[in-house]
């Protein structure tokens, strides 16, 4: 299975409406794990986790630009989805009870789910009732914060980042070293013409190049920036270990390898743009 994340470093309109719409229909995967767990009576962060990151997810391709402001969006969409999903819970919960109190002839009717459901805020209100489960929303929702906390701060820092190289792309700037001075520019290995067979991993591009992070044959993988390879790197005995190739242009720095992270990446001026996981 593939989870492709690849980023072009452009600047396009962001529709937050639609936006929202993706944000929902896709963080509707951890209200359900979120009913689905408190049917066996389970709490957990990944239900968080998983909201949150597909709610992220359905914003940015909807919303067709990632952006701080998006992240805030959708994870906020993604605990609501988590309350409506509790709230659902308790209507379940309501309706099994009054199917169980009928069965066992406390009582001469039987409530819908529906009807359970519109039931919830009178016994919300009872105290022997109301206290217990907003506890467990609480709780659960505790879980879900700690989950997925380190996605959201994560996800805010890379917007930042890549905002700031979009910033340097369009003013030119470029990247220096400790002495203030650019880095001097890699010599590109060879042509990236090849006979060979090739896979090509990702692909981006930025500051005026393209930039591909390939694999040639069974065991050789190369940074090639317009046309031309930059690096390599030979797997060891065919297993993937976590390594970086990396280049130098026009005073930016390119990245490319695998991360255990990250997986396969593209990175520029030590920011990842370009992403692929293969589980």
């Known amino acids: 299975m593939n989870s492709n994340n690849s980023i072009k470093i452009t600047d396009t309109t962001e529709n937050v409406a639609a936006g929202i719409v993706g944000a929902f229909l896709f963080s509707l ?36 630009k990632e952006s701080v402001k998006g992240v805030i969006i959708a994870s906020v969409i993604a605990f609501l989805v988590l309350v409506i999903a509790w709230y659902f819970c308790f209507g379940k919960d309501i309706y099994d009870a009054f199917q169980q109190w009928f069965k066992d002839g406390e009582i001469d009717y039987t409530l819908s789910f ?11 209100t009872d105290p022997e009732v109301g206290p217990s489960y907003i506890r467990n929303l609480l709780v659960g929702l505790g879980f879900a914060l700690l989950g997925s906390i380190g996605t959201i701060i994560t996800s805010i820092r890379n917007i930042k980042a890549r905002n700031k190289l979009f910033e340097q792309q369009n ?23 090849t006979d060979e067979k090739v896979r090509e991993f990702l692909k981006t591009n930025a500051f005026g190049h393209e930039i591909v992070f390939r694999r040639v044959g069974k065991a050789r993988e190369e940074l090639v920036i317009d046309g031309s390879v930059y690096a390599e ?21 390119y990245e490319a390898g695998y991360d255990a992270g990250l997986g396969n990446f593209i990175a520029i001026d030590k920011v990842p743009v370009a992403k692929k996981f293969r589980w």
């Open 29 to 64: 995967a951890g209200g359900l794990m979120w009913f689905l767990l408190n049917l066996v009576g389970f709490f957990s962060a990944i239900s968080g986790f998983i909201g949150v990151v597909l709610a992220i997810k359905g914003y940015r391709i909807f919303a067709k």
């Open 114 to 124: 529906s009807q359970s459901l519109a039931a919830v805020p009178a016994f919300l």
């Open 171 to 193: 003013s030119g700037e470029a990247s220096s070293d400790a002495d203030g001075d650019a880095p001097e520019d890699s010599i590109a290995l060879r042509s990236a013409q």
């Open 233 to 253: 790197y030979v797997l060891v005995q065919k297993v993937q270990f976590p390594y970086q190739m990396q280049a130098t242009l026009d005073g930016h720095r």
